[in-house]
């Protein structure tokens, strides 16, 4: 690693450097508190034995008292302060998150709604921020605490404060380290245990039924037990170190005392300076030095992990921060063509190699009012030449012109967290309960709506009501019949829906182009959709491999007459 | 209030009852560290601050006990710290396999929808929350119960106004804590759920950007995702405020109480009413009694979210599974016919039975070549075509009605009917190969998973995948039949996986007489979909019988014959 990554993403926090220092001031001064009481009543109890008048120790017992009530409010001013500056930077870093995906190539984007990735986001945002209060804050509270303490010691006897800091330095600098080896050892190791145990999990709880019936399920149960048993063993080696770091803690405070007692004892004898009072104080007040490295350890294991998690969302950012020209055209009304000349399509290799462009050739006009429908079998690249159409990915040779706008309709298309209405209005932002209304009429939804418990203001997604995988997709189709946009590029409409429910989305679609004069592209493996079409590309991949192209371009009925293999499959669907 | 320990734990979990023996033990030896610890200093050092000076082999002895303590500390910290992480890890594992294994007996209505996806998160991600339970809370709460009590009597030893002052304020921490607690719970939880709403909304708008791309409208949620952010800090920050309340009376009581035992010793050493030793060593001994119950309030949150853990895998374990008896007969002659006696099964939520009183024979072929039979069950989607097939395979009981086998009678004459409970499950399973949407795939090399071990020739082999079409499957992977798939291997798409499961179905041949398909063609294109038409007549021609849920026409045309499947709203039928 060349470069810390936590550097490059503590920045998008905003934190203001004057938070963390009064959240390190009021954290330093509680923790002073303890060690204050614990000195001050050292030097309380030792003059006491020596019986002087009362009114000399006066000051000492409200020192005591004070620190006493000190500690723990000033920890709880701590505790507020490290928190707000904390979660005020993962709210920044949210918002920053979103500005710059927002803005970035939209291949970055596309690969978010991947499996757990997005709740990854999630947590990796609030490991980072955890990074001010676990990490930054201990350390510095440890550091102002630790360093007092043994300017404390010293004033009385150097020696003492000399040793003092070595062992303050072992637990505060050689045990964290050893505990952040371990906590990487054992995730490291365990990670490909790890997977193959929530994989395992997973496979048992959806396929259980049938490895029962095939007589498998023992077997499968037992593989589960042996990587959970390797998952185990990974953690063991880690915790041997771990092991090593918790001793260091818990052996270098008794340490400390013994070395205090021992110094001490030399310098009485030596007839010194230090008074016995002193010594009581010398000895007494290491033990509550080491409350302020003992979670030094855990900040160790915080920061690294912050440090992964940083690097991350490092990898999801742009490349560089200069916005990239925005490749999709502006939703503007003007009318127009939209004309692909000699398309490749393909995505981006990753990490600058170029993968081989999945479809090629394709030249395509796409006017005010027509309708052209993509059909070919399932992965041959009917999506990506979509995208590309669209603006979404740059061709990879040949060019898309035009001026008129264009909107993509992806297949899994996001449903908000928010009522019915709104999520039609991402389409355009002045869609009236009316429009609406229609809008789902003309997808076959008006009964689906009629029994939604608020109508229009029906909360979708998340825990709320629950959207059928047909209903979801006559829902984005509805929104992409309001948009403004003059080319509407709509992948797969009829997935997931019964053949009349199929032929209604598709006969809106067409009805929409005619009328509104909007240019249709359907892609899709039903051929069925392709019937109204003014023009059918039929995407195929040549016997002896290599990227895809059009195979036989016509109208459905001309297809039907010459093409065999589109008559045949055309025949099944029935 | 839930207890701090569950015994269902213990009793479930091997691993747990070891550790809290272990680490009671190395509790009582921290205990004895402890006093032993502060004994020692105060001798010495109340020696050395009354006289000046000790005697040369005083002052060895103490610094060698001291150093003693030095080891037992860092020996006692290292055991816990080494074993505690195994033997959480251990508990965690025994749990998640029971509670897998008992979700799968509980068969295929009880995980299904929002429950699946709750036991799953609980079996993967949800049980690691007992390790910080284990390994931080539960120790500290045994320190409590062991070094608290310990150090209290050696404090009454030495000073009993002092054991007073302790024994008194004790108590007062968890009092004041739950005061707090319960004072302010409602008002946490609430805000708490503010916060949750205020994240997820940034985690969807995140979710739907692609989509705001696409439709030109991404600009304008970066300013409500700085807005959310901003509100959700607020919300927090009030939370946090409340929350931490219980911390600082927490620390407010326990630092309190140790500045009031020091001024007490203070004041009663000026009048000459105690030693300075007996002092030291209650001025040392004091914050050792609250700080196991400071570690137990510091890990508050990780006993709560393991203990949650914790009950949710009990209250799946404590699920009865359906099935009161197991059968126990287990014929040694073939199968002639199932027969389904007006079986209804009720649709969960929906108020309807799908099926709904579906009787019928369902005539088994004879095994001998040519002389195979397929039956194709039929009806709308949601009628409960799959649900016959659970109830078939008997992983599912009917809510009413019965489900028979015919059986040749001994010697091949007459047929017996069997009750499909009657029967030892496991035979009736080894009679059948299933086929299901998603069918599973075990890990393995490809040519393995289809053979199951069986041991089958090359040219079956060939022959067998030239049918499903696997062959051109296998030409594309780089090691051909050597491929590992699955885990760790070549990820298949689900097409791919169906022709794999189909072929290993075909090669099981006589093994398994009764082939069940559910939706073989969904989501099969055209060429996908005759595969799986030649698949079936490949069976019929060998004798075997194929129940198949379909409804292609191209399938139906093959049939011997069809079941019509229909559900019945169960409103029409108290009308």
Known sequence: MSRDPLRDVLPLLEVRPARVVRAVVLGALALGCSVGLAAVSAWLIARASQMPPVLTLSIAVVTVRACGVGRGVLRYLERLASHDVALGGMAALRANLYDALARGPVTGVVGLRRGDLLARVGADVDAVGDVVVRSIVPAGVAVVVGLGSVALVGAFLPTAALALLGCLLLTGVLAPWLAARASATTEAAGAEARAEVTARTLGLLEEGQQLRVAGRLDAEVAALRAADARLTQAGDDGARTAGVSAAIGAGAQTLSVVAALALGMVALHAGGSLAPVELAVVVLTPLAVFEVTSVLPGAAVQLRRSREAAARLAALLPASSVPERPLSRPATDAAGDVVLDGVAAGWPGRDGEAAPPAVTGVDLMLAPGSVHALVGPSGVGKTTLLMTAAGLLPPRSGSVSGDASTLFLAEDGHVFDTTVLENLRVARGDVTPAQARAVLATVGLTAWLDALPDGLDTMLGGGATTVSGGERRRLLVARGLLSPARVLLVDEPAEHLDPEAADAVVGALVQHARTSGRAVVLATHRLAAAQDADEVLLLGTPDGGGPAGVVARGRHAELMRDVPAYAWAAGQER | ?575
């Open chain 2, 1 to 575: 209030m839930v207890r701090p320990l569950d015994p269902r734990l213990l009793q479930r979990a091997r691993a747990a009852r070891r550790y809290v023996v272990l680490t009671a033990g190395l509790g009582l030896a921290s205990a004895l560290a402890i006093v032993a610890q502060a004994l020692l200093v105060a001798w010495l050092l109340g020696g050395l601050v009354t006289h000046g000076s000790v005697p040369g082999t005083t002052a060895v002895r103490a610094l060698g006990g001291l150093g003693v303590v030095v080891a037992v500390r860092a020996v006692v910290a290292w055991a816990q710290e080494r074993y505690a992480q195994k033997a959480a890890a251990q508990t965690v594992a025994e749990l998640r396999s029971q509670v897998v294994t008992h979700a799968v007996a509980l068969g295929p209505r009880w995980a299904t929808g929002a429950r699946q996806a709750e036991v799953a998160t609980l079996a993967t991600r949800g049980l690691d929350d007992l390790e910080p339970y284990l390994v931080r809370y539960l120790p500290s709460l045994l320190l409590t119960a062991l070094v608290t009590p310990a150090v209290l009597v050696v404090l009454l030893g030495l000073d009993w106004v002092s054991f007073v002052v302790c024994l008194v304020t004790l108590p007062l921490v968890p009092l004041f804590m739950w005061l707090v607690g319960v004072m302010t719970q409602g008002t946490s939880e609430r805000r708490l759920g503010v916060v949750q709403r205020l994240g997820a909304q940034v985690l969807d708008l995140l979710a739907g950007l692609p989509t705001l791309r696409a439709f030109g409208r991404e600009s304008g949620p970066g300013a409500r995702v700085r807005a959310l952010g901003e509100a959700s800090k607020k919300a927090t920050v009030s939370t946090l405020r409340v929350a931490f309340l219980s911390g600082m009376v927490l620390e407010l009581l326990t630092t309190l109480s140790v500045a009031v035992v020091a001024v007490a010793v203070g004041l009663r050493l000026v009048d000459g009413g105690m030693s300075l030793t007996t002092g030291l060593a209650v001025i040392m001994l004091a914050p050792e009694v609250y700080l196991p119950l400071r570690a137990v309030g510091a890990q508050f949150h990780a006993s709560t979210d393991g203990l949650a853990a914790a009950s949710s895998a009990f209250a799946v374990l404590e699920t009865p599974a359906g099935s009161d008896a197991e059968g126990v007969l287990a014929p040694d002659s073939s199968v002639r016919a199932l027969v389904l006696d007006g079986v209804s099964v009720r649709a969960g939520e929906r108020g309807i039975d799908a099926p709904s009183s579906l009787s019928a024979r369902i005539v088994f072929g004879s095994g001998v070549a040519g002389a195979g039979r397929v039956v194709v069950l039929r009806g709308p989607s949601g009628s409960g075509k799959s649900t016959a097939v659970q109830v078939m395979l008997g992983l599912l009981r009917p809510d009413a009605g019965q489900v028979f086998l015919e059986v040749s009678g001994p010697g091949g004459s007459g047929a017996d009917r069997v009750a499909l409970q009657d029967l030892d499950i496991s035979w009736w399973w080894r009679q059948v190969a299933w086929v299901p949407q998603r069918p599973a795939i075990a890990p393995g090399r490809l040519r393995d998973v289809v053979t199951g071990g069986l041991d089958v020739d090359d040219a079956a082999l060939d022959a067998a995948a030239s049918t499903t079409g696997l062959d051109s499957v296998v030409r594309t992977l780089a090691d051909g039949w050597g491929t590992r798939v699955g885990l760790g291997g070549v990820g298949l798409s689900v097409g791919q996986r169906q022709r794999v499961a189909l072929t290993a179905a075909l090669l099981a041949g006589a093994d398994r007489p009764v082939v069940v398909l559910d939706e073989p063609t969904a989501h099969l294109d055209a060429a996908g979909e005759q595969v799986v038409l030649d698949t079936v007549r490949a069976w019929r021609d060998a004798g075997l019988t194929v129940v198949v849920v379909a409804h292609r026409e191209s399938l139906v045309a093959l049939a011997d014959q069809v079941v019509d499947v229909a559900a019945r709203s169960l409103e029409g039928v108290g009308a």
